[in-house]
């Protein structure tokens, strides 16, 4: 699952752009007020493309990836992970707004020279960051809090498991590591808000191999009660913030090498297409008042987060820096 992930973001090369990290005392001060208003959203930034090297793959500048926030209109971009944190992913924000768990990408380095991706756990203003998985042995990635703030689900891609992906649950404070799901490859989970389910993408397995095709599934927050949700080529289920709407990415039938936002309501009936472009469009997040819903597009040699209303009206991009891809947007939850 994680390569139709990283299928989306695409190959791109660029020209060259600009990227302003800091802000005056003014520009702090109405960005809080628009954040508070309106949420933040995080997302994730590579470096610029450098070059191609001799086997045609990209070369990029050192920056890696990085952590980025940004008011809900797209203003107030600034870096949340220090310089040094180059391999950072998946933002996710905790229900108070005040935190953000992500994954770093070779966080664990085995004996073999293995390199592992863990969970972390950072504030929201980009200080404190900690360790939430342990090593173990294999990728921990893609965290989602628990409405209650006491839980993290994510996705383990261990060794034990057979390197199978599954769904995993934690406790915040990264004891009590709970094993969900048990079958095919699993990934992106998502609380619904009440907490009492777990939205999450299933490929399923025949005779040990991958069908090549996932779906989307719904659990109970105990891992019980699986059942199948969809029926197309679907992954990066997002919750509405009423808990009535799914919406989610979807390889469409006429071109499988782009995906598309769908939404569909929670008991799997009243499929809807949002996007209809020629781009890849993926990972869809919920603003905080569920009228507007921020994606990645994913278009020739571009990345960029765009913006869109609920029902798939006034596309936006927010983040227009045509060198620096963007992916993986998180909407901060309402002020409380």
Known sequence: ????????IGVMAVMSASVVEGASVADVGSSEARAKRDGLIAFVR??????????????????????YVMNA???GQRRLTPAATKDADYPAWSPDGRKVAFSRDGAFTSADGTAYAQIYVMNGDGSGQRKLTRPDDGSQFSPAWSPDGRKIAFVGHRLSDGFQEEIYVVNADGSGQRRLTRTGENSSPAWSPDGRKI?????????????????????????????????GEDFDPAW?????????????????????????????????????????????????????????????????IYVMNADGSGQRNLTRTEAYPEYHPAWSPAPR
């Open 1 to 8: 699952m994680r390569r139709l992930m990283l299928l989306v």
């Open 46 to 67: 590579w470096g610029a493309v450098s070059g191609v090297d001799a086997r045609g793959g990209l070369l990029r500048t050192p920056e890696g990836q990085r952590i």
């Open 73 to 75: 209109d797209g203003s």
């Open 199 to 231: 939205a999450f993408a299933r490929e399923p397995t025949r005779a040990g191999v991958d069908s090549g095709y996932s779906h989307i599934y719904v659990m109970n927050a105990d891992g019980s009660g699986q059942r199948r949700l969809t029926t």
């Open 240 to 304: 509405s913030p009423d808990g009535h709407k799914i919406a989610f990415s979807r390889y469409t039938a006429h071109n499988r090498a782009y995906t598309q936002i769908f939404v569909v309501n929670a008991d799997g009936s009243g499929l809807r297409r949002l996007t209809h472009t020629t781009a890849a469009d993926a990972h869809p997040t919920w603003s905080p008042d569920g009228r507007k819903i921020a994606y990645t597009q994913s278009r020739d040699i571009y990345s960029d």
